[in-house]
């Protein structure tokens, strides 16, 4: 993949997405859906076979700091994190993450990436509402989370 497919890539993101500027993604690095804020990071000069995308689930309360950091590791550990991504605390705003590295970009669909980037934010809407407001991990992460169109969006952590 290249700077230019990069662009359409995130341009067709938005439009799937329908986002009132389709030059955001490209432009900003970052979109919002639900209030939830999506970065992507590219460099093709560095690795033009992947894409690392970020997933804010938000300012973790210093009261329940160790809890949290204990169930994003239980989460990393349920997850299989070396496949579908990880969950951490971004070293630089020390918010709670999820971070995935997209492979072959070049094979992926706007449309799919549109649905998985709902499916993001929803976990993380979930996360907020759980997680970050008592410290507890609640499972199954998606079990409440449904997409405008009602759409199971749940996923088997086995």
Same mark, same amino acid.
């Given at each position: 993949m290249n700077n230019d497919q990069y662009s359409t890539l995130c341009r067709n993101i938005c439009l799937a997405l329908d986002i009132p500027d389709p030059d955001s993604?490209?432009?900003?690095?970052?979109?919002?859906?639900?209030e939830i804020k999506i970065q992507l990071m590219f460099d093709d000069l560095l690795s033009d076979d992947c894409i690392l995308c970020?997933?804010?689930?938000?300012?973790?309360?210093?009261?329940?700091? =160790?809890?949290?950091?204990?169930?994003? !590791?239980? &989460?990393?550990?349920?997850?299989?994190? %070396?496949?579908v991504g990880a969950y951490a605390i971004d070293p630089l705003s020390q918010r709670a993450a999820f971070v995935v590295t997209l492979i072959h970009?070049?094979?992926?669909?706007a449309d799919d990436l549109a649905d998985l980037f709902r499916r993001y934010a929803?976990?993380?809407?979930?996360?907020?509402? =759980?997680?970050?407001?008592?410290?507890? !991990?609640? &499972?199954?992460?998606?079990?409440?989370? %449904?997409?405008?169109?009602e759409k199971d969006l749940s996923i088997d952590l086995a």
């Open positions: 993604f490209s432009n900003e690095g970052s979109i919002f859906i639900d970020v997933v804010d689930i938000g300012e973790i309360p210093e009261d329940i700091r =160790t809890q949290v950091s204990e169930s994003l !590791l239980k &989460l990393n550990f349920l997850t299989g994190s %070396k496949t970009p070049d094979t992926l669909q929803h976990r993380s809407r979930y996360l907020q509402s =759980t997680l970050l407001k008592s410290g507890e !991990l609640i &499972l199954p992460l998606d079990a409440h989370a %449904k997409d405008p169109a």
